[in-house]
């Protein structure tokens, strides 16, 4: 049972006053299978929600949380639509797992089915990046009444085999570091993210400890066929394929070294009636920092 992983929680004050980020925090800690593990969620609504109004589920990646939103939050909002954006637990504001083992692609999956019915979310917008796409991907053929439109960003389905080399690199780069800088390391990938808006990325992890879930997604990737998570990355490629029904939109960042326009428009053609893509020349990885533009287009090619 969840309740006997011991796990870390980071102290508020790290939160005070983090620059664009207005939002007030939502917990949940009875998740079944996770009871006693608190997970945290931003929970923004319109003030006149009406009958076609959207929830833009909004899922991060590594090791970012969902400070990462902050710039399209605002726009689905006030488009008349609610944002949900949880913090995987090890992440944010969710409480830390301090093994490191705890953390596989099933933890987290089973995390996220379990927010999706513990809030009961209905008319969905499945807005993935990152390891939010490796896991959220995988949830349309899961939730097909409830998970109605795409919103994809620079990821993946791993299915069994590395993206490329730039991975590899960034996993080799990870294993030597354990108490990797997270700040900077955004800061790196974000040449015009300014120095409070960096700390802000590394505010959930004190120290060494909370890192165990930052360490962990990098080795978690299914770069072989028996991994936990990679037939049903296949199966979930096959679904996307073949009976998605719903609306997407893609966006690119075109300067991602990892997960760039070649991996994405191998994901394009995974995903039935992917339109083409909003590419964003200057857009990195973390292409979400330049978010005000995507979510408009999104917003667009949704009316």
């Not at 109004?53 to 609610?82: D, I, N």
């Not at 004190?206 to 072989?224: C, I, N, T």
């Not at 990195?284 to 330049?290: A, L, P, R």
Request: aromatic share 10%; charged share 25%.
């Amino acid at each position: 049972m969840a309740r006997s992983i011991e796990a870390l929680r980071t102290p508020e004050d790290r939160f005070q006053n983090l620059p664009g980020f207005p939002f007030k925090p939502h917990y949940v800690d009875d998740l079944p299978g996770f009871e006693g593990l608190r997970l945290h969620y931003l929970d923004e609504r319109p003030s006149v929600p009406s009958p076609h109004t959207q929830t833009f589920l909004c899922l991060h990646g590594e090791p970012s949380w969902s400070y990462l939103y902050r710039k399209m939050a605002p726009l689905f909002v006030a488009a008349g639509h609610r944002v949900v954006a949880p913090d995987f637990f090890g992440f944010g504001k969710s409480d830390k797992p301090i093994e490191d083992a705890i953390y596989t692609f099933s933890f987290h999956r089973n995390t996220l089915m379990r927010v999706i019915d513990r809030l009961d979310l209905t008319n969905v917008t499945l807005v993935v990046q990152d390891w939010g796409g490796l896991l959220g991907l995988t949830l349309p053929m899961e939730f097909p009444e409830r998970i109605k439109r795409l919103l994809v960003m620079n990821t993946t389905l791993a299915v069994g085999a590395s993206p490329g080399p730039g991975f590899d690199a960034w996993k080799a780069f990870m294993r030597t570091r354990p108490d990797v800088d997270v700040a900077a390391l955004m800061k790196r990938g974000i040449p015009h993210l300014s120095d409070a808006e960096a700390a802000a990325y590394g505010a959930p992890f004190p120290d060494q400890r909370y890192k165990a879930g930052v360490r962990r997604f990098p080795e978690l990737v299914m770069v072989s066929p028996e991994m936990d998570g990679a037939e049903l990355s296949r199966k979930a490629a096959h679904w996307l394929s073949t009976e998605w029904s719903g609306q997407s939109f893609m966006a690119v960042g075109m300067k991602d070294p990892v997960l760039g326009p070649a991996v994405m428009s191998d994901l394009r053609k995974q995903i039935r009636n992917c339109p083409p893509p909003l590419e964003i020349p200057d857009g990195g990885h973390f292409v979400q920092e330049w978010g005000e533009e995507i979510a408009k287009g999104a917003l667009q090619a949704f009316k």
